[in-house]
């Protein structure tokens, strides 16, 4: 049987989609999911995740200190059964580069699981400090939770 893969996208790929694809990790089983993560912009190929993400997802017993930046490409439409961006930003270049509406299926907002069609962005703690980290995990750990739940 192959497994379900899912690729959760934001901009740098530091932030928010490393600490998503940690807590999906650790909320659905690995022999049936495979859970990666992705940046649209290329500034941080290759990088752990920021220093806070990484200690808001230790905090919380989600250890993504191994996982490292990478780049969105457009094979990734082709690569992945569900495609979860953090903004609209991230939502509006993952979808330019579609080429079939079978793709665009494939790409929802993080938190339409949530709120759905409201279109509601992750907001992205970079710029940001600790306690605004803190308040993403949460809103990506309850997010989370919902899409195990639709998925398992």
Same mark, same amino acid.
């Given at each position: 049987m192959s497994k379900t893969k899912i690729l959760m996208v934001c901009l740098g790929n530091i932030c928010r989609s490393p600490l998503a694809e940690g807590i999906l990790r650790s909320k659905l089983d690995s022999d049936s999911y495979i859970i990666d993560s992705a940046?649209?912009?290329?500034?941080?190929?290759?990088?752990? /995740?920021?220093?806070?993400? !990484?200690?808001?997802?230790?905090?919380?017993?989600?250890? !993504?200190?191994?996982?490292?930046?990478?780049?969105?490409?457009?094979?990734d439409l082709d690569d992945y059964d569900h495609l979860f961006v953090m903004d609209q930003n991230n939502y509006d270049d993952v979808i330019r580069k579609?080429?079939? /509406?079978?793709?665009?299926?494939?790409?929802?907002?993080?938190l339409d699981v949530l709120f759905p069609g409201e279109r509601v962005d992750v907001p992205d703690p970079y710029q940001g400090d600790l306690s605004d980290f803190r308040k993403v995990y949460k809103m990506l750990d309850e997010a989370c939770k919902e899409l195990a739940e639709e998925l398992g």
């Open positions: 940046g649209t912009g290329d500034w941080h190929v290759g990088n752990a /995740p920021d220093d806070r993400s !990484i200690k808001v997802g230790k905090e919380n017993g989600v250890d !993504i200190s191994n996982l490292r930046g990478r780049q969105f490409t457009a094979q579609a080429t079939a /509406p079978d793709q665009k299926r494939k790409v929802r907002m993080m």
